[in-house]
Nanobody
Framework: QVHVVESGGGLVQAGGSLRLSCTAY?????????MGWFRQAPEKDREFVAA????????NYGDFVKGRFTISRGNAKSTVHLQMNSLKPEDTAVYYC??????????????WGQGTQVTVSS
């Protein structure tokens, strides 16, 4: 069984920054997993944010977050980070970390965290 845990959410003023972190554990081959971030606002569909290849170099971003957000892998490849800059009120959502895919389709990911709330005030 693979466990995924994300953290770093909170309340921030528009224009500010947050850094989210995610760790996956429970399998010996977890370092070979691609990992990604999704977000979901109340009463809206889940939206792809970013993903990173197992090599820690190749990245994939959603159309409306590229240029403001940066995904990276930690020294421990089972950990990923999402640096979010120039945050806007429309970025307010629950942010979910997921493991097992490099694609923007949520149904390609097998393992999900419980989510961390990001709230951006105007």
């Amino acid at each position: 069984q693979v466990h995924v845990v994300e953290s770093g959410g909170g309340l921030v003023q528009a224009g500010g920054s947050l850094r989210l972190s995610c760790t996956a554990y429970g399998r010996t081959n977890i370092n070979n997993f691609a990992m990604g971030w999704f977000r979901q606002a109340p009463e809206k569909d889940r939206e792809f944010v970013a993903a990173i290849h197992a090599n820690g170099i190749d990245t994939n971003y959603g159309d409306f977050v590229k240029g403001r957000f940066t995904i990276s892998r930690g020294n421990a490849k089972s950990t990923v980070h999402l640096q979010m800059n120039s945050l806007k009120p429309e970025d307010t959502a629950v942010y979910y970390c997921a493991a097992g895919s490099y694609y923007p389709q949520a149904n390609t990911y097998d393992y999900w965290g419980q989510g961390t709330q990001v709230t951006v005030s105007s």
